[in-house]
């Protein structure tokens, strides 16, 4: 079955850099988009980042675009954010997921598979 496992959460100061990784499992994710979000309590699960599996392409909020990058490793089947820049307002539990590409947006309700999320925390 597929499994995302994400890591590299942890508590920074403003302006720091943190990276988290998303390690894919239980099956080829080649044609798949691979997506992070965030979920802040009381407000609906955002929209961060994605990335088409296959070609590369790119998309990002207007909220992270210049200051997050998503790339993935075909190689070890995982998908990072590398995360600059951060703001308090970055604070959030950041949720890697996964659908076929053709249905991915920045709907959270249009991916298939979740990860069990990792805290990210900044303080100012």
């Known amino acids: 079955q597929v499994q995302l496992v994400e890591s590299g959460g942890g508590l920074v100061q403003a302006g720091d850099s943190l990276r988290l990784s998303c390690a894919a499992s239980?099956?080829?994710?080649?044609?798949?988009?691979m997506g992070w979000f965030r979920e802040t309590p009381g407000k609906e699960r955002e929209f961060v980042a994605a990335?088409?599996?296959?070609?590369?392409?790119?998309y990002y909020s207007d909220s992270v675009k210049g200051r997050f990058t998503i790339s993935r490793d075909n190689a070890k089947n995982t998908v990072y954010l590398q995360m600059n820049s951060l703001k308090r307002e970055d604070t959030a539990v950041y949720y890697c997921?996964?659908?076929?590409?053709?249905?991915?947006?920045?709907?959270?309700?249009?991916?298939?598979?979740w990860g069990q999320g990792t805290q990210v925390t900044v303080s100012s």
């Open positions: 997921a996964a659908t076929w590409a053709p249905r991915g947006s920045v709907v959270a309700t249009s991916y298939d598979y």
């Open positions: 239980g099956r080829t994710f080649s044609g798949y988009r």
């Open positions: 990335v088409n599996w296959s070609s590369g392409r790119t």
